[in-house]
T-cell receptor, first 114, second 114 residues
Framework: GEDVEQSLFLSVREGDSSVINCTYTDSSSTYLYWYKQEPGAGLQLLTYIFSNMDMKQDQRLTVLLNKKDKHLSLRIADTQTGDSAIYFCAESLYYGGSQGNLIFGKGTKLSVKP | DSGVTQTPKHLITATGQRVTLRCSPRSGDLSVYWYQQSLDQGLQFLIQYYNGEERAKGNILERFSAQQFPDLHSELNLSSLELGDSALYFC?????????????FGPGTRLTVL
């Protein structure tokens, strides 16, 4: 079945770059997403990438997609303490001519040290 | 603010009871998804409705049911509650048929079963 895997923890120093990695299994996924969850809060959409793209940049965020290896990464440049949160990678299942439900990884807890 | 609203924010109840969680999607979104987030299972898809009709089912227990009303709000009904049903329940909505069918999440309802 479909599965999304991420490392559970990442610790970086303020000002450094953070790279969060994710692997997925469903080759039919056409969109891949990154969500952020702060303590006690809901899921905030950060960015997404279409499967025919290799890279997408959005301000401090860069998403890299290696479709052959089914590997997705999220790079946060100049990481700040406010970036401390859990980051979820998700793939969407495609059916009925449109995207369907999301399959989430377990989430990577990013800790940013001052 | 994603534009998706969920009520109540917190719910504390006893085993064997029944509760109803409510979700209002973003204006214009026809599709509603329900997800459960627990420590052991992570984020799991429960069920999707599109314009009032059930579209997809995930790991939803038979004790749970949902519906989407003509005004597009949705309710998730959980009955014969067990301790293991304690979790954060998220609703998400999407346009479906749009550019990426991106799902936007509500703030969640935290259910505690005692």
């Amino acid at each position: 079945g479909e599965d999304v895997e991420q490392s559970l923890f990442l610790s970086v120093r303020e000002g450094d770059s953070s790279v969060i990695n994710c692997t997925y299994t469903d080759s039919s996924s056409t969109y891949l997403y990154w969500y952020k969850q702060e303590p006690g809060a809901g899921l905030q959409l950060l960015t997404y990438i279409f499967s025919n793209m290799d890279m997408k940049q959005d301000q401090r965020l860069t998403v890299l997609l290696n479709k052959k290896d089914k590997h997705l990464s999220l790079r946060i440049a100049d990481t700040q303490t406010g970036d401390s949160a859990i980051y979820f990678c998700a793939e969407s299942l495609y059916y009925g001519g449109s995207q369907g439900n999301l399959i989430f990884g377990k989430g990577t807890k990013l800790s940013v040290k001052p | 603010d994603s534009g998706v609203t969920q009520t109540p924010k917190h719910l504390i109840t006893a085993t064997g009871q029944r509760v109803t969680l409510r979700c209002s999607p973003r204006s214009g979104d026809l599709s509603v998804y329900w997800y459960q987030q627990s420590l052991d299972q992570g984020l799991q898809f429960l069920i999707q409705y599109y314009n009032g009709e059930e579209r997809a089912k995930g790991n939803i227990l038979e004790r749970f049911s949902a519906q989407q009303f003509p005004d597009l709000h949705s309710e998730l009904n959980l009955s014969s509650l067990e301790l293991g049903d304690s979790a954060l329940y998220f609703c998400a909505s999407s346009e479906v048929g749009g550019d990426s069918d991106t799902q936007y999440f509500g703030p969640g309802t935290r259910l505690t079963v005692l």
